[in-house]
């Protein structure tokens, strides 16, 4: 079966690097769009980074842009999301999920999401 599973968020300081990972299975990378998305409490869901399928374009929120990098790991089946430079503001959940299209407004797979935390 398809299934995304989310990992490496942590506590980190402010300026500091993580990266996140999203493991996929029951699928090649090839087949889906990969986005990443980040949700706090009381707000909305807002996408963070996407790479097209067949390892094509990426798009990034300008929130993140020049930050975040997003590439995909094809021996891994894994698909990452580099943060650096972190914010207080970056501190959420972050999610991954797989679609059609880096432009399409549904996702049909999503992973559990993992905590990230930007704390001095």
């Known amino acids: 079966q398809v299934q995304l599973v989310d990992s490496g968020g942590g506590l980190v300081q402010p300026g500091g690097s993580l990266r996140l990972a999203c493991a996929a299975s029951g699928f090649t990378l090839d087949d889906y769009a990969i986005g990443w998305f980040r949700q706090v409490p009381g707000k909305e869901r807002e996408g963070i980074a996407c790479i097209d399928s067949n390892n094509g374009p990426t798009t990034f929120a300008e929130s993140v842009k020049g930050r975040f990098t997003i590439f995909k790991d094809y021996p891994k089946n894994t698909v990452f999301l580099q943060m650096s430079s972190l914010k207080f503001e970056d501190t959420s959940v972050y999610f991954c999920?797989?679609?059609?299209?880096?432009?399409?407004?549904?996702?049909?797979?999503w992973g559990q999401g993992t905590q990230v935390s930007v704390s001095s």
């Open positions: 999920a797989a679609g059609s299209s880096c432009k399409s407004t549904r996702f049909e797979y």
